[in-house]
């Protein structure tokens, strides 16, 4: 039998999930794809994190790679003119022709721009595409004013794009209120007062007239009412129509109000063609979302299929930041239903707005609002969607928590249909099914179900759900630190923090059992070190150390250790290089640059360290910590000082930064980097905590890593002055250090945070725990109370008791061998070993 | 009979420290952990990290895992019965010498 001819006119993210699932089918299907944009599918929904640091690739969703390893036929930038229905054919602008026995309409949506006069002159802009952005950037450039037109959903969002880009930012919205379409009038009101505090300029109930020259800047919008407003850049983002003009030009049947008409099969009125995503109408219904987009494609696909799916329609309740503002809406949001009946709260203080819309009889939920806070949206929205009778007091669901109030929905009361991630349409059954298939963290079933891997609105609800479901089956979720604690490292923190205990002795007394291990008691002697910052090898602490920490050097294989001596931000003498090779010499240690812009020198017996760090110190040298979970290097780049590009003197910071975080102890190993300018030579991005030199300060990222699991950090603030951005760092660290569990790196533990960046930014930039001054002094005081380890131990013959390799005898170890290999000592290796000793019998 | 290995200062609380003794002829690393606040004060097991190929066990950490009382290897962290030898995760063990305090002084047991 001949392959059955698909032809998908789109290639957006609904046109691209088609495909996929197509390809990914039993239908044996030549699939043909055309995109009228240049790149194939990206992820649409995360457009505006391309201001935030990400490159447009970031965002891409398959490539042209991975549609010829599908066997699709992709072609881009070309779009289709005209649907021959007759012959089955498409033809395009660029004169290809495409037979189809089947044809998909995955043409999405374009932006309204109305039709005042003067719309079309250049910096009159639209927002959709990654071309969009672009050109976004370019006008946005050096100047200082920037208008969006439009107050719905995309135009804030638009409009903190704008504001991100250093613009002073503007709203105008034609309609009396912000996001009208979502939130009543007060939840309205709300958003706009926290977006005014924010520094937006609002302008509400303004008719845009005219676009003219301005006088002080490039535009000036006339409006209805005879104000004016002079802008350098208008972003049109007032809505939404249907990429209709094919269909109609086919004479396929379309909606009252646009949109190319579709039945719960996704057909249109031509049986061999179907549309999806955003050009579809169904019951004058437009889906503007990704997920009901998304399910339209599986419906479209599972017609080709024996088992025949439909779309009947779908939620479109939501929860989004905008301008860092939480915002919700459900269902009925704003209580239009007749027998709607709403309980409202509105907390004027904190700017905080919600509304719950109920049944006549109070026990169904029909929809909601939310401003300022979201916390409770997980919730009601588990009502709304799965019909759950309310409790009796339903205004509970959106009142400030009181002690033993709040009748939080448990998961368990659920039903299996309950969707827990509308962009993967995973329900609580699947979730259910794949614990039972085995997985046993949040990860396993993530990986497995693909859940929370969207827009990630569901991955608390997520977590709530596998947490209840593996402790339901007696898989303990134990987050004991081991057999000794029954805590986890965060609460042995506050432990330690609040009784202000000093010994590891007291602590297990006190709070724990038996006599510790390998597991707790560097953990704790970590924490205290945190705390206290008392000197490694105190009598008390000794014991609690790592063999790394107890000898205040990395052991190798064969038990020798290596030396790396701080060298900030990789700036050395070149009295201190020589003096470096004078000690590889002087004791025979094997030298190495390091991927952290030092030395580091292998080989050194146990009692060999305190004479080659004496030596090291007369020389200038500091510990570097390369054996402790502490900060390793400050990676920095030359700068402004020697190079063209920079704009800030990346080398001068990343000194004072290495000396200032030196000797805090943490719960793993942390990196930083500083570079002097955008090409970015330091790669602060793949550390924990990254700054980039902007003209007006610096940029910092935080939870980058570039170890096992390579992770890009999270643009954090940006343009910050230097004391501000230490102070940041100060609370950062600290938080982290407070909060994260042992031998995790800020990138784990960043992954790990409910809430993710914007938490973390409310919590350090905000204070929103209102323990940032706490931190600060925590932080000032490791500071004041460094030293160097090693400086003080060399000076201290307690502390040196145990470099002694034997403690009757002067002999070494026999066991270490070396050999020479390319000028240097290595370790020997078990033939050469055998063979040096039989040389040294005969 | 008893032979002197070193003085009580030597050793290192709740901790290790190396000895290199001539045991049957034979030179031997040892291992000697001090546990002042236990009934037997002293332990003391092969240097000899018979996982990780090299003499380091007295640098390992030392605790308890269950009823056990254990020193954790410093390479690759297996846990070693202070009493036993026996190895808790794998299938080997290290020697077990008999060591004590006596007066001032800590001694070899044989
Ligand atoms: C010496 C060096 C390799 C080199 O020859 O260049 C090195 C050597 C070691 N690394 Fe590394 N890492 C070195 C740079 C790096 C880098 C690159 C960098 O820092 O720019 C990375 C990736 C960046 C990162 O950390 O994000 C790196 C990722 C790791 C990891 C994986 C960490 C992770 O969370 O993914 C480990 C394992 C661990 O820490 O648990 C590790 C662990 C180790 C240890 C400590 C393994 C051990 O326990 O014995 C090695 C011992 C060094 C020694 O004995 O002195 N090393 N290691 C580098 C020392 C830099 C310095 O001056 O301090
Ligand atoms: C800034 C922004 C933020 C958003 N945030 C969210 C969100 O948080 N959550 C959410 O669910 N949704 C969000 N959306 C909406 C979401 O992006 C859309 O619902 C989704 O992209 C629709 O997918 P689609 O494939 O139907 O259309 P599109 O993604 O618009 O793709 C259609 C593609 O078809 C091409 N095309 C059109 N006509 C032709 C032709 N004749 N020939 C060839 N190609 C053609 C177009 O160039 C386009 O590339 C957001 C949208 C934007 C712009
Ligand atoms: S990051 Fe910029 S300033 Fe630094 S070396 Fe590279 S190009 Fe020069
Ligand atoms: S709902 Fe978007 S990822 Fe789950």
Request: charged letters at 25%; one cysteine or more.
């Amino acid at each position: 039998m001949n392959k059955l001819n698909v032809v998908v006119v789109g290639n957006g993210m609904v046109g691209h999930h088609y495909v996929e699932t197509l390809a990914n089918s039993n239908v044996d299907a030549k699939i043909t794809v055309i995109g009228g944009e240049t790149r194939p599918a990206y992820d649409r929904v995360h457009l505006s994190e391309v201001f935030d640091g990400k490159e447009p690739s970031d965002l891409a969703m398959t490539s042209r790679e991975h549609y010829i390893e599908l066997g699709v036929d992709a072609h881009f930038g070309d779009f289709v003119e005209t649907i021959d229905r007759v012959a089955k054919k498409v033809i395009t602008q660029g004169g290809q022709e495409f037979s189809y026995d089947k044809l998909v309409l995955a043409t999405g949506s374009y932006p309204f721009i109305p039709p005042v006069a003067g719309h079309d002159q250049a910096h009159c802009l639209a927002y959709r595409t990654i071309d969009d952005l672009a050109e976004i950037k370019a006008s946005a450039k050096g100047k200082k004013i920037g208008v969006v037109v439009g107050g719905g959903l995309l135009g804030l969002e638009c409009a903190n794009a704008v504001k991100n880009l250093g613009l002073e930012a503007h709203v105008v919205e034609f309609a009396p209120g912000l996001m009208g379409v979502q939130l009543d009038d007060g939840g309205s009101a709300m958003l706009r007062r926290k977006i005014e505090a924010l520094g937006v300029k609002v302008h509400t109930s303004k008719a845009t007239q005219l676009i003219s020259k301005g006088s002080g800047h490039r535009l000036k919008m006339e409006f209805a009412d005879d104000t004016e407003l002079e802008t350098d850049m208008i972003v049109f983002s007032a809505g939404i129509r249907p990429y209709d003009q094919l269909a109609r030009d086919a004479d396929l049947k379309v909606g009252e109000r646009g949109g190319i008409e579709i039945d719960y099969q996704c057909k249109t009125s031509d049986e061999n063609i179907f549309a999806i995503g955003e050009c579809a109408v169904l019951g004058k219904f437009i889906y503007g979302l990704v997920a009901p987009g998304y399910r339209m494609a599986e419906a479209a696909v599972s017609q080709l299929t024996e088992e025949k799916k439909s779309f009947t329609g779908a939620d479109m309740s939501t929860k989004l930041k905008l301008l860092g503002v939480d915002v919700g809406s459900i269902g009925d949001s704003k209580g239009i239903a007749e027998n709607s009946r709403a309980f409202v709260f509105s907390d004027e203080r904190d700017d905080v707005y919600k509304r719950l819309n109920v049944s006549a009889d109070g026990k169904k939920v029909l929809g909601a609002t939310l401003v300022g806070d979201c916390d409770d949206y997980d919730t009601i929205l588990q009502y709304y969607l799965n019909d759950i009778d309310l409790p009796d007091n339903p205004e509970n669901l959106i009142l400030p928590a009181v002690e033993g109030g709040l009748p939080s929905l448990g998961v368990d009361a659920l039903p299996m249909t309950a969707s827990i991630c509308s962009c993967h349409n995973v329900s609580k059954g699947d979730i259910v099914e794949a614990i039972e298939g085995g997985c046993k963290t949040v990860a396993d079933v993530k990986g497995c179900t693909s859940a929370a891997t969207g827009c990630g609105g569901c991955a608390a609800l997520l977590k709530n759900v596998v947490d209840f479901e593996l402790s339901a089956r007696g898989i303990e979720v134990n987050t004991d630190l081991c057999e000794h604690f029954k805590h986890t490292r965060k609460e042995l923190f506050t432990i330690v923090q609040s009784t202000q205990i000093k010994t590891f002795g007291e602590l297990i007394d006190k709070h724990g059992d038996g006599r510790g291990c390998d597991i707790c008691k560097p953990t704790v002697a970590s924490i205290m070190a945190s705390l206290w910052n008392e000197h490694v090898l105190e009598a008390d602490l000794l014991p609690l150390q790592d063999t790394n920490d107890t000898f205040m050097a990395n052991m190798q294989k064969d038990g020798t250790y290596s030396v790396v001596p701080r060298v900030p931000a990789g700036e050395i003498l070149p009295n201190q290089l020589i003096a470096l090779g004078e000690v590889a010499n002087q004791y025979g240690l094997y030298s190495k640059i390091t991927g952290g812009q030092r030395v580091d020198l292998f080989g050194a017996k146990m009692s060999d360290l305190p004479a080659i760090w004496s030596t090291l110190i007369d020389a200038g040298f500091e510990t570097g910590h390369a054996y402790a979970k502490s900060l390793r290097t400050v990676k920095s780049c030359v700068g402004s000082t020697w190079c063209r590009y920079g704009v800030q003197d990346s080398v001068g910071q990343a000194i004072d930064i290495e000396n200032r975080y030196k000797g805090l102890r943490s719960p793993h190993k942390f990196k930083m980097g500083v570079s002097g300018c955008t090409r970015e030579c330091a790669e602060a991005q793949s550390k924990d905590v990254g700054i980039i030199a902007t003209e007006n300060g610096w940029n910092l990222y935080v939870c980058g890593n570039g170890g096992m699991k390579p992770r890009h950090a999270d643009l954090f603030a940006t343009d910050l002055d230097t004391a501000t951005l230490i102070k940041y760092i100060d609370r950062f660290l600290m938080f982290y250090v407070r909060t994260a569990d042992r031998l995790q790196r800020t990138s784990t533990w960043f992954e790990s945070l409910e809430g993710g960046l914007p938490y973390l930014q409310d919590v350090i930039i905000s204070d929103s725990l209102g323990i940032a001054a706490e931190l600060e002094a925590q932080m000032t005081h490791v500071v004041e109370t460094y030293q160097c380890e090693w400086k003080t131990a060399i000076n201290d013959q307690e502390k040196l008791k145990r470099f002694k390799q034997f403690v009757n005898s002067e002999e070494q170890d026999s066991n270490v061998v070396f050999v020479e290999e390319r000028g240097q000592v290595r370790p020997a290796n078990q033939v050469e070993k055998k063979r040096l000793a039989l040389k040294a019998v005969s | 009979m008893t032979t002197a290995i070193c003085s009580v200062d030597a050793l290192a609380k709740n901790s290790g420290v190396c000895a290199l003794l001539t045991i049957n002829g034979q030179q031997q690393q040892v291992a000697i952990y001090y546990l002042p606040d236990t009934e037997q004060k002293v332990f003391a097991l092969g240097n000899w990290d018979p996982l990780g190929q090299a003499n380091v066990m007295s640098r390992g950490i030392l605790g308890n895992v269950g009823d056990e009382l254990v020193v954790a290897s410093p390479l690759y962290k297996q846990h070693f019965s202070l009493i036993s030898g026996k190895c808790l995760e794998d299938d080997v063990s290290v020697p077990v010498f008999s060591i004590a305090i006596e007066g001032q002084n800590v001694v070899l047991v044989s």
